[in-house]
T-cell receptor
Framework: DAKTTQPTSMDCAEGRAANLPCNHS???????VYWYRQIHSQGPQYIIH???NNETNEMASLIITEDRKSSTLILPHATLRDTAVYYC???????????FGPGTRLSVLP | GAGVSQSPRYKVAKRGQDVALRCDPI?????LFWYQQALGQGPEFLTY????????KSGLPSDRFFAERPEGSVSTLKIQRTQQEDSAVYLC????????????FGPGTRLLVL
């Protein structure tokens, strides 16, 4: 079973920040938080990952709470092309596969 | 650079036919994963290779599913005697090392069994 819980769906206005929450209360010390997204009819696309510190790249920011039991993915200026299913995954150890949950369906509205 | 590629992109098979799905990982990537994604659901793990060694096949749903990666690069997922419940998107992913590395996914092969 997936180790994360996410809202089923969210809407965001174009140009505004999209904040996608994820709960992972059973995360262990060596597990990373990964975010992927899947645009319709494409394979999952890597967005960002982190262990305990906040991370930022050209796509998004990842905020992880101090107790690591939850995190938030932030898309600072959402565009229509950001409409996708967003998956939050916790993973550790070598060679371990990802366990995907149902994700959050983000709709960016004009 | 080139990403993960998969072929064919679409496959229609009659029930009972055998199919072979190909994955070309990113050059030099050690780890290769296969996932199955049913309509409206997240991907589910099938099997994992480190170079040519199949280290985990716990997700393969039946003995009709077989995967290989004989030279540690290209991989083939074979499904024998396809059934309607095999209809899904089959995704391949690769990662550079065997550690807790980012996986890069291909576009998938959409299989429809009639």
């Amino acid at each position: 079973d997936a180790k994360t819980t996410q809202p089923t769906s969210m809407d965001c206005a174009e140009g505004r920040a999209a904040n996608l929450p994820c709960n992972h209360s059973t995360i262990s010390g060596n597990e990373y938080v990964y975010w992927y997204r899947q645009i319709h009819s494409q394979g999952p696309q890597y967005i960002i990952h982190g262990l305990k510190n906040n991370e930022t790249n050209e796509m998004a920011s990842l905020i992880i709470t101090e107790d690591r039991k939850s995190s938030t993915l932030i898309l600072p200026h959402a565009t229509l092309r950001d409409t996708a299913v967003y998956y939050c995954i916790v993973r550790g150890n070598y060679g371990q596969n990802f366990v995907f949950g149902p994700g959050t369906r983000l709709s960016v509205l004009p | 650079g080139a990403g993960v590629s998969q072929s064919p992109r679409y496959k229609v098979a009659k029930r009972g036919q055998d199919v072979a799905l190909r994955c070309d990982p990113i050059s030099g990537h050690v780890s290769l994963f296969w996932y199955q994604q049913a309509l409206g659901q997240g991907p589910e793990f099938l099997t994992y290779f480190q170079n040519e060694a199949q280290l985990d096949k716990s997700g393969l749903p039946s003995d009709r599913f077989f995967a290989e990666r004989p030279e540690g690069s290209v991989s083939t997922l074979k499904i024998q005697r396809t059934q309607q419940e095999d209809s899904a998107v089959y995704l391949c992913a690769s990662s550079l090392e065997a550690g807790a590395e980012t996986q890069y996914f291909g576009p998938g092969t959409r299989l429809l069994v009639l």
